[in-house]
């Protein structure tokens, strides 16, 4: 792991100009800029692996050497009956990041959200038995991953399934199933591709006490030999929470396991705060205070998403090989899932591309910020 001091970052942030009307060279790519620290890539929608977005397929394709998808992969978009997979869209995904020879990542197979109410249901309603959700479960992996063998590379195998005081979160998956479920799901994934990449993926993982309910789910996954390759933290951060020494203490934790970090979602919310989390069945009331820049984001508020993105990039790059990749959770700042959540119909600015996929300061910050080649 490379050691960068602390005030050789905050020198290095403090020699980014961060002008409004200043662009990196359309040559600067963020794959190159960090291809000796970590893979950098994107979650894509199906306008931009399909062709339909040239002006993000552009950025995509200079930029990005990995990408995830935002929702064809999950299980009520791919499976949505029994007897049915929609397998089109994410056949589609997965051809678009061969075609550009991506790393390509599957999100995701077992989630609390976007699951169809069969999966827990017989025909009369009431909850099925354990055996039929974990024959179910099996099902569906074995379908999924086994149409991607070889081809998807890394899995997000669970997804969020801790609460905020580090507990499992009362999933129907835990209330039927069990708390082995995710074990059960690892060993699915694991059995039907043995070369795939699993992790385990959710947000605010930088506060303690779901940070250490995470530590104790891996420790004993491989405690029983479960095969679970790195752990990913979503970073669906704001300008001023995580504080980066919670970040680098977070991956410095994870790390100590023997297991790869990923940031698997990477945005920066500019706009004032609505809640403390990133659980995506939260909703807020409107309220035009929190929607303050409808009209463009101001000099000073642009220069703090640099600032920010330098201080993340720097912590990131600190940890070189143990964080593995670096992925964004949309590629411009049209299309974030920020813009719409937690209240629907704000103007957000929580990437490096803006509305007209033109490079923002945030992203000249991140590529000034990138170590040397061989350094």
């Not at 992969?73 to 869209?89: G, Q, V």
């Not at 491989?222 to 680098?248: C, M, N, R, Y």
């Not at 991956?251 to 919310?269: H, N, P, R, S």
């Amino acid at each position: 792991m490379r050691k960068w001091p602390s005030f050789v970052v905050a020198l290095l942030v403090s020699s980014i100009t961060f002008a409004q009307n200043k662009s990196a060279s359309p040559q600067a790519s963020l794959k190159d800029a960090y291809k000796d620290c970590f893979m950098v890539g994107a979650a894509l929608n199906p306008a931009q692996f399909t062709g339909e977005d040239q002006a993000e397929d552009a950025i995509i394709e200079s930029q990005f050497n990995t990408i995830s998808p935002e929702n064809v992969l999950k299980w009520a978009i791919i499976h949505p009956s029994p007897d049915a997979y929609n397998f089109s869209p994410a056949d589609k995904y997965v051809e678009f990041g061969e075609q550009n020879h991506m790393f390509i990542i599957g999100h995701n197979l077992v989630w609390h959200s976007q699951v169809p109410k069969w999966v827990f249901e017989d025909d009369k309603g009431n909850p099925v038995s354990r055996d039929v959700l974990l024959g179910r479960m099996r099902d569906h992996i074995m379908n999924v991953v086994g149409r991607y063998k070889g081809r998807i590379k890394g899995w997000d195998v669970v997804n969020e399934a801790l609460n905020d005081d580090g507990t499992l979160r009362q999933s129907q998956w835990l209330k039927i199933i069990g708390d082995d479920y995710i074990e059960k799901a690892f060993r699915f994934a694991h059995e039907v591709d043995p070369e795939a990449q699993l992790y385990y993926n959710d947000y605010s993982l930088e506060n303690e006490a779901k940070r250490r309910g995470a530590l104790e789910l891996v420790k004993k996954l491989k405690a029983k030999g479960v095969a679970i390759t790195g752990v990913g933290l979503q970073d669906h951060v704001s300008l001023e929470w995580p504080t980066t020494d919670q970040i680098d203490a977070t991956i410095t934790e994870f790390g100590k396991l023997g297991v790869k970090v990923m940031i698997t979602e990477l945005d920066v919310d500019v706009l004032p705060s609505a809640s403390h989390t990133a659980d995506v069945s939260y909703k807020a009331a409107s309220d035009p205070k929190l929607n303050p820049y409808p009209n463009g984001l101001p000099d000073a508020v642009q220069q703090a998403l640099a600032r920010r993105y330098a201080d993340l990039f720097g912590t990131y790059a600190k940890h070189c090989g143990l964080v593995t990749r670096v992925t964004f959770w949309g590629v411009t700042d049209k299309n974030s899932w920020k813009n719409n959540w937690p209240i629907p119909g704000r103007t957000n600015y929580p990437l490096l591309f803006d509305r007209n996929a033109k490079p923002k300061p945030a992203f000249d910050a991140v590529i000034q910020l990138a170590p040397k080649h061989g350094s």
